[in-house]
């Protein structure tokens, strides 16, 4: 839903042709991020979705940029446009994840994701009563992947997100709430897809909580097949939140479900030093494993008790490198995809 680095040296940063410029619409209390251009390939027929990450275009670099007002993030949407100007469908992008590279996640050793948006997630907005702190200068970076099925190659195509905020001078002033993020199959640096069987699975991955808080808004991602994500008690079982999948008949994914149990109540309590289990489900009919093809996450805002208690970022952290270095990577692939056919693509990562 929701889904930085202090004394960081901008030579770490690659940034390619395409560039990211920042707007601010006092008005709307929008900061508006325009991205581009970027030229993107057709996928030929038939092409899956584990064919597509070989293309060499797939990846865009990381495009970084910075936070300019004082106030809390509370929504965002995103548009495409071509290269005059006009709407294109957004499903050709199928994830774009912000970056916060000045604060830490909660369970990673590795840089916020301060929003991630896949092909089945819309235009997401939280209460007034929430929002994600920020302060001017924030450094933040953004990349996307691209799946485009229009049948037709498309060039000099622009992003635009619209990222809604609350200014200070708000009263009665919002809840502080950060993004919590919980992978099924995060591997900080790597790749979070996995291979899914034939017929109905679970992965799960158990935590031990940080810090005393409430999960006040949630949602998911998974893939074509994806059924549900979840939330558990490790030690009870008892299954505290739930994002389902909304699929057609042939399973392809087209939304997930959301739930702000902070908005007309207290949230979801979790506690410091408690285990908990994040679940992913798939249900696959083709009757064999699909290599590479599950991802499932639910992303939150989550509301600490004592911020002063959240993880601080350590860059002297081998994983945390590894995921700063993880990010860069994409822009040096993505250089190289325009002079080696053969070079590698990035590791697919949300």
């Known amino acids: 839903m929701w889904l930085s680095v202090v004394a960081l040296s ?97 369970l990673y050793p590795a840089v916020e994701r301060l929003f991630g948006i896949g092909r089945e997630t819309g235009a997401m907005m939280a209460p007034r009563s929430i929002g994600v702190p920020m302060t001017p200068g924030t450094r933040l970076g953004m990349y996307m992947a691209w799946q485009n099925e229009t049948g037709a190659d498309l060039a000099g195509i622009q992003i635009r997100i619209k990222l809604s905020y609350s200014p200070t001078n708000l009263n009665p002033r919002p809840i502080d709430a950060l993004p919590l993020y919980m992978d099924v199959n995060l591997t900080v640096g790597g ?55 909304k699929l057609t008949k042939d399973g392809t994914i087209t939304g997930m479900s959301r739930s702000l149990p902070g908005v007309r109540g207290d949230g979801i309590r979790l506690r410091a030093g408690r285990k908990y289990r994040v679940v992913g489900v798939y249900n696959n009919p083709t009757g064999q494993t699909i290599a590479n093809h599950g991802m499932a996450h639910i992303s939150g ?22 995921d700063i270095a993880s990010l860069n990577e994409m822009g040096q692939n993505h250089h190289k995809h325009h002079q080696a056919d053969n070079a590698p693509s990035a590791p697919h990562r949300h």
């Open 301 to 322: 805002v989550f509301a600490p008790d004592d911020f002063s208690k959240w993880p601080a970022l350590d860059l002297s952290d081998p994983l945390t490198q590894e």
């Open 10 to 106: 901008t030579a770490l940063f690659v940034v390619d042709d395409p560039r990211a410029t920042v707007q601010v619409d006092s008005a709307r209390r929008e900061v508006i991020v325009t991205a581009g251009p970027f030229d993107v390939s057709a996928m030929p027929p038939g092409m899956t979705h584990d064919e597509m990450e070989m293309m060499e275009d797939h990846n865009t670099p990381l495009l970084r940029f910075e936070w300019p007002v004082a106030g809390w993030v509370r929504g965002f949407d995103v548009e495409v446009l071509d290269a005059n100007g006009k709407l294109l469908d957004r499903r050709i992008i199928h994830h774009l994840i912000g970056v916060n590279f000045d604060r830490r996640q909660l």
């Open 191 to 245: 790749s979070n897809t996995y291979d899914v069987p034939a017929g109905r699975s679970e992965k799960a991955y158990e935590f031990t909580m940080p810090v005393d808080g409430r999960l006040l808004g949630y949602s998911g991602h998974m893939h074509d097949y994806g059924v549900a994500v979840r939330l558990e008690d490790a030690e009870t079982g008892r299954v505290l939140a739930k994002t389902d999948a």
